[in-house]
């Protein structure tokens, strides 16, 4: 079946630090890949997504890239700061049209 | 465009009452998903239309929830009699005709409390 994985939380990190939240996979056939950010009371928002193998998806200095054959999506950052305190979501779609979401990984950035 | 609406923002009610929360998607969009949220289970898919047509209800927890929609610019979820357990924050969505594989723009949310 089609299901998503990340790290679990919290993570805690302090300001300007490198974040990686590791994501992988499990689908049949090419699904497309997202990361969606949700924010203290709000719903959830795209942060970025990619399509095929090999592509790069990117947004606001987050970067993930969509690696086959490691069935892997990991979102990274070169230094985070407060205001990237939130829950992360990790999700894919597979052929059909439901978005598989993975369980969420809050993330806490210390000032 | 105002982006996904939903309301109320916040409910409380009693056990035993029915409790109907509304979903106005983004204009265009021809899918509408709604999404369950807790700490327990974190985020659950509930069902979703296309075209104002349920394509898949199979995450509806039982037959005390139902949900419509009429027309391309309004949805319900209804829950009748709604119970402790309910309680959560439901998440009504919308995308573009392609579905799943486009953005979902997501409402911002109506905290259900069942006392």
């Known amino acids: 079946g089609n299901s998503v994985t990340q790290m679990e939380g919290p993570v805690t990190l302090s300001e300007e630090a490198f974040l990686t939240i590791n994501c992988t996979y499990t689908a049949t056939g090419y699904p497309s890949l997202f990361w969606y950010v949700q924010y203290p009371g709000e719903g959830l928002q795209l942060l970025l997504k990619a399509t095929k193998a090999d592509d790069k998806g990117s947004n606001k200095g987050f970067e993930a890239t969509y690696r086959k054959e490691t069935t892997s999506f990991h979102l990274e950052k070169g230094s985070v700061q407060v205001s990237d305190s939130a829950v992360y979501f990790c999700a894919l779609t597979p052929r059909d049209d439901k978005i598989i979401f993975g369980k969420g990984t809050r993330l806490h950035i210390l000032p | 465009d105002a982006g996904v609406i939903q309301s109320p923002r916040h409910e409380v009610t009693e056990m035993g009452q029915e409790v109907t929360l509304r979903c106005k998607p983004i204009s265009g969009h021809d899918y509408l998903f709604w999404y369950r949220q807790t700490m327990m289970r974190g985020l659950e898919l509930l069902i979703y239309f296309n075209n104002n047509v349920p394509i898949d209800d199979s995450g509806m927890p039982e037959d005390r929830f139902s949900a419509k929609m009429p027309n391309a610019s309004f949805s319900t979820l209804k829950i009748q009699p709604s119970e402790p357990r309910d309680s959560a924050v439901y998440f009504c969505?919308?995308?573009?005709?392609?579905?799943?594989?486009?953005?979902?723009?997501f409402g911002p949310g109506t905290r259900l409390l069942v006392l």
């Open positions: 969505a919308s995308s573009p005709p392609r579905g799943g594989r486009e953005t979902q723009y």
